[in-house]
């Protein structure tokens, strides 16, 4: 949300500098992410470099057929101009850069030679003083504008921004006089009246006799409110409103659309105009889209409605998409004289729901979707038809359509003044609490021990009474609660034993070389096919999202090995060469009969590089399949568990160089090298290897009790035994073989060459 300065204290008395400001309001729980400036530069005196002027005189330029001399008054002098445009005449007033003058875009203008004639300065166009991104000639500035005074006393050109970052639960925070009633409350400045006057409609006629308005779905959209102004004259709107338009960081369009705009900025309430005679039947409903109704919007893409999604249709076909954006078959024009000027109150929910469905945001959306005041949509009719009349030429139709869903409740709330002690830790005087919640905009009534607060409809975030508590703590100032330590408490923390052994595993993974990385439990719905599932595997049924945050974030995983993969290809793309990383994370698994999904711990891991890192030795310790077997021993000898291996079929792993994780003779996991085609699919060069085990089976493998024997007494005795045995016999059969027939005196056996 980007405040202009000069346009917040046009509401609120503030005597702070703009940065003073972004500091106080930081304090109380608006952010503010900069403070910028837009428009002229006013460094170095730049600003009085730019002044009104007054053409004196217009003639032709002795040397150039195709430019101007001119005599500009600016005050105490006048100037002798070159100018090339031709849309003025004289008496006209001007806007005029003097020599030394830095413009927005950081050109410095000096006096010079045109054609052999010096110019002394340059009338200026709305695009040269940032207001339009294009203009046919220079700004021509009403006739009160008093010539020789600065530019920046009469019009908005140099401004500093307050850039907001709003959260979600204050919505009245979109606006400019939300924040001034903010700033007010936080600082005890004056807050002038809500600027919103209404102006006496025209004799003659009605809105009812020129168009029929319903709301045939009233739980998404409880308000619904309309006026008609005709005889408008759509054109460009003066150069305040553009300024003002441009430093809230949009862009100026017409006179009609730029209020509409203008009115959503000062207070909140986003605004759409029609036109009214591109109404089919003039008739407009508030309804759910029918299915698979399109309807083309202002930004020319045509889009395909759902049955839960929210439109204002005609009588023949959907004319805006409710809250987000209006269509191309009712859009002001050139040509337009009659507007039906809308203002609303819409489901938030439902708003985010589907402006993320149809991948479609706007200033709008933004602000209906957090849950906007009902009763802000009679005062943005209001200030909106008063500013078309003066700024469109247009009469407002008597009458005005108002349809809402009940009447307004506002939540009475009992605080106690020992409340707010207690909570806080200080005593804050009765008086101060009262009068801050006063200025926030709560109706306070006294009562015994306390007050009845009523809440304001535009603080729908305050439901209980600590809400208050909290509402006087950020204004009263935090920083003055005193620091206290907590109350000592008797009983003790500890570690259960299911956490102590996920303690010992990270440690273990990070002590051999691993990072530990945390990766979003949502993935791209194409890693089945990347890793080569096949169509029947259950790890294809994936959990959907129902407003996924994007393509690549719309299903929830069903193994770790996506994620780790991702994060090993984004490493190798930066230059990283050795990627050696595991995670202790989620699965979720459809569960095939609608209710919640399986959630399963797994203990995750890609190797790709060396563990070592490159040193004078020389030695290659790569990502094989011995060094991730490797990786779940010393895993699986951290819980002081025990598993077994047998040839594994997984789609994902390199067929040979690949094992399946037994605990008791269950699967529990698999180890391995990734199939060339999979590190294809995720633009991965080198081998990668990997592992992923069911954390709840490492776990419940382990001994949690160890039993200790007797030393031996006796040196040990080692044999070599070579054998042969047939190609398909495993190592581990040889093993478990060797350890069978020599129990109990033999107390390990390994494989240490093969033949």
Not at 77 to 99: Q, W
Not at 214 to 231: E, F, K, Q, W
Not at 731 to 745: E, F, K, M, N, S
């Amino acid at each position: 949300m980007k405040v202009p300065f000069s346009w917040l204290k046009e509401y609120v008395a503030v005597e702070m500098t703009a940065r003073e400001l972004a500091e106080r309001l930081a304090l109380t729980g608006t952010e503010v992410e900069r403070v910028s400036r837009v428009g002229i530069p006013d460094a170095d005196g730049n600003l009085e470099r730019f002044v009104i002027g007054r053409v004196v005189s217009v003639g032709a330029h002795p040397n150039a057929d195709r430019l101007l001399l001119c005599d500009v008054d600016v005050g105490e002098e006048t100037l002798e101009i070159v100018c090339g445009a031709k849309n003025f005449g004289e008496g006209d007033k001007v806007a005029v850069c003097l020599p030394g003058g830095v413009l927005p875009d950081g050109r410095r203008l000096e006096a010079a030679k045109i054609r052999g004639v010096e110019s002394r300065g340059m009338m200026c166009s709305e695009e040269e003083l940032g207001l339009a991104q294009s203009s046919p000639g220079i700004m021509i500035l009403p006739g009160d504008a008093p010539v020789g005074a600065p530019l920046v006393e009469y019009l908005p050109v140099s401004d500093e921004v307050l850039e907001l970052e709003v959260t979600p639960n204050r919505p009245d925070c979109l606006s400019v006089y939300g924040v001034a009633r903010e700033v007010a409350a936080i600082t005890g400045a004056g807050l002038a009246p809500e600027p919103v006057t209404d102006i006496e409609p025209a004799a003659g006629g009605n809105i009812g006799d020129a168009i029929t308005i319903s709301v045939g779905d009233a739980d998404l959209c409880p308000r619904y409110g309309a006026r008609l102004i005709t005889g408008v004259e759509v054109g460009e709107s003066p150069a305040w409103l553009k300024a003002r338009i441009v430093a809230a960081g949009m862009r100026p369009v017409n006179n009609v659309v730029d209020v509409t705009n203008y009115v959503m900025w000062a207070l909140g309430e986003p605004m759409h105009a029609f036109d009214l005679e591109r109404i089919a039947g003039r008739r407009l409903v508030a309804r759910r889209a029918r299915e698979g109704e399109e309807i083309t919007t202002i930004d020319g893409t045509t889009r395909r409605l759902t049955a839960e999604m929210l439109v204002i249709a005609d009588a023949e076909k959907p004319t805006a998409v409710a809250g987000i954006m209006g269509s191309e078959a009712s859009e002001v024009t050139g040509d337009t004289t009659e507007i039906l000027l809308e203002a609303a109150n819409f489901h938030g929910p439902n708003i985010l729901a589907t402006s993320m469905a149809l991948g479609l945001r706007s200033d709008s959306s933004t602000r209906f979707e957090k849950g906007l005041d009902p009763e802000l949509v009679p005062k943005a009719l209001a200030m909106a038809s008063r500013m078309m009349v003066e700024l469109c030429g247009g009469r407002l139709v008597p009458g005005q359509v108002d349809i809402r869903e009940g009447e307004a409740h506002r939540e009475v709330i009992r605080l106690r003044r020992e409340k707010i002690d207690g909570l806080l830790g200080i005593e804050v005087p009765a008086e101060e609490s009262k009068a801050i919640l006063a200025r926030l905009g709560f109706a306070v009534d006294e009562e015994k021990d306390g007050w009845r607060v009523t809440v304001p409809s535009f603080r729908r975030d305050v439901e209980r009474e600590v809400d208050l508590v909290e509402e006087v703590a950020r204004v009263y100032g935090l920083d003055a609660l005193p620091s206290t330590l907590p109350r000592e408490m008797r009983a003790r923390g500890g570690l259960t034993p299911y956490q102590a052994a996920e303690r010992r595993i990270t440690g273990t993974l990070v002590d051999v070389g691993l990072s530990e990385v945390i990766t979003y439990s949502f993935i791209a719905p194409d890693f089945a096919d990347r890793l080569r599932l096949e169509e029947g595997d259950p790890r294809r049924r994936t959990v959907k999202l129902a407003n996924p945050l994007s393509s690549d974030q719309s299903v929830m995983r069903t193994l770790l090995l996506p994620s780790l993969l991702a994060v090993t290809a984004d490493n190798l793309a930066w230059g990283n060469r050795d990627v050696n990383v595991f995670e202790l994370g989620r699965v979720y698994l459809e569960n095939g009969e609608g209710g919640l999904p399986e959630e399963r711990k797994k203990v995750g891991a890609c190797l790709c590089g060396s563990l070592a890192g490159e040193t004078w030795l020389k030695v290659e310790s790569g990502a094989d399949f011995f060094a991730a077997k490797g990786l779940v021993e010393a895993v699986f000898d951290t819980v002081r568990g025990s598993f077994s291996v047998r040839p594994s079929a997984e789609p994902f792993l390199h067929p040979g160089r690949s094992a399946e994780i037994l605990v008791d003779g269950e699967p529990a996991g698999y180890v391995g090298e990734i199939h060339p085609r999979v590190l294809e699919a995720y633009d991965i060069e080198g081998p990668v290897a990997t592992f992923e085990i069911d954390q709840d089976a490492l776990i419940a493998a382990g001994v949690e009790t160890v039993e200790f024997e007797d030393l031996v007494n006796y040196p040990p005795a080692f044999q070599d035994i070579a054998v042969i045995v047939d190609a398909d016999v495993t190592a581990r059969q040889v093993v478990d073989t060797a350890l069978r027939a020599g129990a109990p005196l033999l107390r390990s056996a390994r494989v240490f060459d093969v033949y």
